[in-house]
């Protein structure tokens, strides 16, 4: 009897090599401090950028281009932080649902108040219950998580991509917004020495009130325009810096080199059947969906093998009064009321929506492509006319300036043909703006650049 209670005794010391409980307790206060000391010129973010297959500028990290920014806007994430940790709860149930259920057991001390002289009290029982899961249940759950936790994989690479949409559309704004405002301060100069050219002529009697106030209305516009302008140049830069989880100060003192971001390939070179497959094949939500689909057939394997019942076996030992009684029990669940219909029929279903679902997003993918090719062909040839609408008043102002270097012009007629190129400038400006963005939400839909091509992060994060 002794040895039985010993065997408890050591039953009961097993969990001494469990896993400990250790706090982590946060201080949400101290964050605001930790965001503003972040910058894109840091050792840990350059040894971050250094371990990607990306190219880097001279002069980095002072100077940068669109894939170093990209692996910046990676490293401070809190997407993809969220996402990785998300990663890590996803390989814990790997672990979970690759476990076998244990054995229990059941200890039961019966003491005979009344047992007869010369016979030991005692009733000592030891009931054991070893669970078997029967069906391939454990093959089936492992699938199941392995197939979610792909689909996990697949969503951090679709956070990473929207990351660098993100950098790029707010990079490319932000060099937008700064050309802009050079040709607005060159339209504010130019439209100031036309009104003083006028109000000479205007003083002398040469030319209306009229022709005046109109000349003065444009110089008060454009000194509007430039102030709305700078506005919008900061808000684009706060964007900038908002894609990169850094605070405005980081972006200082840093120089951006984004001239192959201006390129726009002709059309066609964009093969629309070419394009849709790499979309199908590329685009990580599809992926995922993909991931989800298996998972949801391992999930109907599930239930189905769940219509046979696990079996319990129940090997026993009793010491009954001196008697030493040994029993060998089996249990099982009698599929008598239901055969696990109800759950089967749940999981079919859902299995049908994320048919449905991926079926339904190739469809939306495909349709949103060659609208994307579209709207792209149409920017371009609005860009090709802007453009040679650019290149004939710069022709025109050359003759201008050639004419007003022989006296046949006036300095305001070669002010106005500057005007005039300027006003041409910023709309062979915007249109590049609307074919670069139109571009770019075509690379949005394939999830794959057509230019400049960062890979997925390596290492870990901060």
């Not at 969990?15 to 010129?41: D, H, I, M, V």
Request: glycine residues 6%; hydrophobic residues 45%.
């Amino acid at each position: 009897m002794g040895r039985m209670f010993l065997a408890l005794g050591m039953m009961c010391l097993i969990p001494a090599g469990c896993a400990t409980y250790q706090a982590k307790p946060l201080k949400p206060a101290a964050f605001e401090t930790q965001f503003q000391a972040r910058t894109l010129t840091n050792a840990n973010l350059k040894a971050f950028i250094a371990r990607q297959p990306i190219k880097r500028q001279p002069g980095f990290p002072q100077v940068q281009n669109l894939s170093t920014l990209v692996a910046a806007g990676w490293y401070y994430s809190p997407a993809l932080r969220v996402q990785l940790a998300q990663l890590k709860v996803d390989t814990a149930n790997m672990m979970t649902a690759s476990q076998s259920p244990n054995p229990t057991v059941a200890f039961s001390p019966t003491y005979a108040a009344k047992a007869g002289p010369g016979v030991n009290p005692w009733i000592l029982g030891f009931n054991f219950n070893i669970p078997i899961e029967t069906a391939g249940r454990r093959e089936d759950r492992m699938a199941q998580t392995k197939a979610l936790t792909q689909a996990g994989r697949y969503d951090l690479g679709q956070i990473a991509w929207n990351v660098r949409q993100a950098v790029r559309r707010a990079l490319i704004q932000d060099a937008f917004a700064n050309q802009r405002l050079q040709l607005l301060g060159q339209e504010v100069r130019t439209t100031a020495m036309i009104l003083r050219l006028i109000q000479s002529r205007f003083q002398a009697g040469g030319i209306s009130r009229p022709v005046y106030t109109t000349a003065e209305i444009q110089a008060h516009e454009s000194e509007l325009s430039l102030v709305a302008a700078q506005g919008q140049a900061r808000q684009r830069r706060m964007q900038l810096a908002a894609a990169l989880s850094v605070p405005v100060r980081a972006l200082k003192h840093i120089r951006v080199v984004f001239a192959y971001l201006m390129k726009t390939p002709p059309v066609r070179k964009l093969n629309m059947k070419q394009l849709s497959r790499a979309a199908l094949i590329n685009r990580m939500d599809i992926q995922s969906l993909l991931a989800q689909y298996q998972a949801a057939e391992a999930a109907l394997k599930l239930e189905v093998a769940r219509q046979y019942p696990n079996i319990d076996l129940g090997p026993g030992y009793r010491f009954d009064q001196g008697s030493n009684k040994f029993t060998l029990g089996f249990a099982m669940a009698l599929p008598i009321f239901n055969q696990n219909q109800g759950a089967i029929a749940a999981a079919n279903a859902q299995r049908l929506v994320i048919a449905a679902e991926l079926e339904q997003k190739q469809t939306t993918v495909i349709t949103q492509i060659r609208a994307a090719i579209s709207q792209y062909r149409s920017a371009l040839r609005q860009l090709r006319t802007a453009d040679a609408i650019e290149i004939q008043a710069c022709t025109q102002l050359r003759a201008t300036r050639s004419a007003f270097k022989a006296g046949a012009q006036s300095r305001l007629a070669l002010a106005e043909s500057q005007l005039a190129l300027n006003t041409f400038a910023q709309a062979a400006l915007q249109s590049r703006n609307s074919a670069v963005v139109a571009l770019g939400n075509l690379e949005d839909l394939l999830e794959a650049p057509l230019g400049d091509t960062p890979k997925m992060p390596k290492g870990t994060y901060p």
